[in-house]
Every structure is written in structure tokens, then in C-alpha cells.
């Protein structure tokens, strides 16, 4: 709540005017109105005098909290990715800032806000990127400063990504040599503390997070594989790869769409226009199909708050244009196939 909310709030509970907050203080009427509307703000001289009339403490006047428990932050960002899939980006950001000047020492909080965006931005087609990925930037940068060592390390890998896209390689490379070189699996502890407990659903829930998380690693590096395999024309490497990454989705229950990405990416490295209109044919309806977490017997206890309905169709939204994009370089040799124009029309109209 902010200082003029808290005003506000305060005097009407004491049974307040403005009138009376105005003459005790020995200001004007129409002084304290603009308090309570947030257009200014009472003077530094006035808030000790202020705090006594509404019967707090300075911190509550100012809204001061030093720093948000997990659960806060979690309920902060969520509302964010609602307000971002609803109102679209520009508006999410505008309310992240917000946060980010309410609470401007919360170095968690901010981290997670900067990843989110990053996340939104990758989601939905955002225009005039640059100007916010400046901001982003620099809250990772914030964080890589923080004095809390967990924020500080995840902030390294996000700023090293951002470096690759910028082609910045030494300065990649500066911040990959201070990564630690330690890591505790705190999880694993965790999840055999909890089974010991006899506490089974938070000791499932803490298992199943990091099977889904070490899945995706083993995609990801199977991803890698594929394209250095395409660059140096290892072509039936690249392509057992890809295979190899279509099982790993099935068997370890992934979004079916998972499936189809490295194919995709084989084939249009390859520029095999029937080949690739073929995975797309499977890979639009598998957008809009919602990956039921919680239906898998690996992942039952990993509870899912996302609007899925909404996001799945946003992501469909932005690949389409992705693709619409990319006809005009590494997509080129689709532009004029046809079944890949009716494919393009078909869901751009859903």
C-alpha cells in the first residue's frame, strides 16, 4: 500500500477530515487532498507529526518493508504474468516497475520480475524491444551486486545470455570464470528430509521439480548437440539427435509440442520445405493443446497457476509471427510454398 493510500485509509478508520489532518499539521486542506490523491507528497518535516495523527509508525507511513517472504514474491510475479497475458506487455511492465521502485532493496524480487519479462518478451511479439531490454539489463546487474549469494548466482547465467546475444564473448566469458565451482544439491537434501518426515507429498513435489528440471537440461543439451552437429554437417548425427530428442519428451511425459522443436530446426536448417510443412502440420495444433502437468504420474504433486488456455494461445500468436518473420531470411525457401501459406492462414485466423 502506498503512503497516500495509508493517509487515506488511516484518517477515515480515526473518523478524520482532511480539514482536521490539515490544521493539526498547519497546512492547507487542499494540501492534504493532493496527498491522498498521490500527486505530492506531505513534506519530510511533516511525516513524524503526520505518523502520531494516524497512530503508526513511520515505516507503515512510508510503506517501508525491508525485504518480501517467498510466498509475497511468488503472488507478486504471478499476478504480473496474468497482467501481462490480459493487458499485454507494455502495460505488465509498467506495473513491474512499479514493484520494482516499491520495494528497490528486494533483490529477489527484482530478479524474478527481470526474468519474467525476459520470459513475456520470448512469448508474445513485442514491439520496440530494445528499449526494454535496457531496463531488464539492468536490473540483472542489480542482482549480480546483491549481497544475497543465491540471487547473485542466478543473476550470472541470465547476464552471460545476454552477452552471447550481444555477440560480447570476452565479456561472456569474464562472467562464466565467476560462476562457483561448488554446488550443494540443497533439493535433494531437502526431498530426503521431507520422505524422512514421512511428509511424502512436499518430499514428491521437491523429486518431481528436479526430474522435470534435469529433463530439461538433457533436452537443452541434446538441442545444442543437434545444431553444432548441422554446423559441421553431420547431418545423420544432427538427425539421431532430433530423434533422440522427440523420445526424451515422450518418455519423460514433456509438452507435446517439445517433440516437434528439434525437427522444426533440422529441417529448416536443411531447407526442406516438405519436411518441415510436415512437423509444422503437427506442431500449431500441439501449441494450442495444454500440456496437463499434473495428468503425469511423474509430475502429479507440481502444481501449474497459469491462465495455460490463455498462454498457449498468446505463444500460438507470436510463433505464427515468428514465422511470418522468418520468410524473409532463414525461412525464405517457405515463402511461397502453399501448403505452408494455408497453414499460416488457418491458424493466424484461430
Not at 549481497?147 to 555477440?167: G, H
Not at 517433440?259 to 495444433?285: G, H, I, R, T, W
Amino acid at each position: 500500500m502506498k503512503i497516500n493510500e495509508i493517509i487515506k485509509k488511516r484518517r477515515n478508520s480515526l473518523g478524520l477530515t482532511q480539514e482536521q489532518v490539515a490544521d493539526y499539521l498547519g497546512v492547507s486542506t487542499p494540501a492534504v487532498n493532493k496527498w491522498e490523491k498521490g500527486s505530492t507528497y506531505p513534506d519530510i518535516t511533516l511525516l513524524p507529526p503526520l505518523a502520531r495523527l494516524l497512530k503508526v509508525d513511520l515505516n507503515t507511513l512510508l510503506s517501508f518493508k525491508e525485504d518480501l517472504s517467498d510466498k509475497e514474491i511468488g503472488s507478486i510475479i504471478n499476478d504480473l504474468s496474468l497482467l501481462i497475458n490480459d493487458k499485454g506487455f507494455e502495460v505488465g511492465f509498467e506495473k513491474a516497475m512499479d514493484k520494482v521502485h516499491e520495494y528497490p532493496t528486494c533483490d529477489k524480487l527484482n530478479f524474478n520480475i527481470a526474468l519474467t519479462l525476459c520470459g513475456a518478451m520470448f512469448m508474445y511479439d513485442v514491439k520496440d524491444k530494445e528499449i526494454y531490454e535496457v531496463e531488464i539489463e539492468k536490473l540483472f546487474e542489480k542482482a549480480y551486486n546483491s549481497e544475497d549469494l543465491e540471487v547473485r548466482n542466478q543473476a550470472i547465467p541470465m547476464i552471460i545470455n545476454k552477452y552471447f546475444e550481444k555477440k560480447q564473448y570476452d565479456k561472456a566469458q569474464e562472467y562464466i570464470d565467476k560462476l562457483p565451482s561448488f554446488n550443494y544439491d540443497k533439493k535433494t537434501l531437502q526431498g530426503r528430509l521431507y520422505k524422512e518426515l514421512q511428509e511424502y507429498d512436499k518430499a514428491c513435489e521437491v523429486f518431481e521439480g528436479k526430474l522435470l528440471s534435469a529433463t530439461s537440461e538433457i533436452f537443452s543439451s541434446l538441442l545444442f548437440m543437434m545444431e553444432i552437429a548441422l554446423e559441421e554437417n553431420r547431418n545423420e548425427d544432427a538427425k539421431y539427435f532430433a530423434s533422440t530428442i522427440e523420445k526424451t519428451s515422450t518418455l519423460y511425459d514433456l509438452w507435446e509440442y517439445n517433440s516437434y522443436v528439434a525437427y522444426f530446426e533440422l529441417y529448416s536448417k536443411q531447407k526442406d520445405a516438405e519436411n518441415c510443412v510436415e512437423v509444422l502440420k503437427k506442431m500449431l495444433p500441439a501449441i494450442q493443446n495444454k500440456w496437463d502437468i499434473e495428468k503425469s504420474n511423474l509430475y502429479k504433486h507440481i502444481k501449474r497457476k497459469d491462465d495455460e488456455k490463455g498462454i498457449n494461445k498468446q505463444f500460438l500468436s507470436s510463433f505464427i509471427n515468428t514465422l511470418i518473420k522468418s520468410c524473409d531470411n532463414e525461412l525464405s525457401f517457405l515463402k511461397n510454398n502453399k501448403e505452408f501459406l494455408a497453414l499460416i492462414d488457418k491458424y493466424n485466423k484461430e
